[in-house]
């Protein structure tokens, strides 16, 4: 009877064992969170010191020369130079997946972002009739390149869906406010802007001072 009992109270221990041995081990916490992996930061991170040379070199460099340019067009207004042009991140997240949807439809991969200083005509509106909401303002323009025929091109989605350079549509003749127009400039925006290609460039961010100020000044 003893021994029984004793069979008993090892079958029972064992069995124990073996169900705690059949539970699952608790799992790793995996992070839920994205982008926890810690990223280091890019070759072109400068320091608040850099920054606010750069931005003071700006403003003894080019400030005065536009605000006398100005002075000359007009004595009579008070014009505030822009510097600088912001997007928030929202859209800059949009952008960047428009681009890279375009281009991955056109078989292509987005080498860079090229960034054109640029500025606003002296007139109410665009060619396209959209508000220009800061006349004669310094600004900017984001174009995308990828590599097309061996070379690093700013490049456009054509009617056939394939990446094409931008420079061997808009060549070199000069189409600013102060040109004269000519056959060729005439002909161009049909072609380009009818022919159901699509543009990539951004522009349209939000210019200051006025009235906000800026992070250095």
Known sequence: ?????????????????????CQEAPKKEEPTEPGQEKIAPPEGIISLEESKSLYDNYTKNRIDIIRTFEAERNADEKFVPSRFT?????????????VEQEAH??????????IYFANYPDKPDFPDGKKVVHPRQNSIFIVPTTMIDGKEEGFYIGSDGKAKP??????TTETGEESEPNTSQASFAPAFFQSGSTSLNLNHGNSSPPPYGTDFQ
């Open 166 to 171: 931008i420079k061997a549509v808009v060549g």
């Open 1 to 21: 009877m003893k021994n029984n009992k004793t069979i008993l109270i090892a079958s029972f221990g064992a069995i124990l064992l073996l169900l705690g041995a």
């Open 105 to 114: 439809e056109a078989g292509v991969k987005v080498a860079s972002l090229r």
């Open 86 to 98: 912001s997007f928030s991140y929202a859209d800059m997240e949009q952008y960047m997946k428009y």
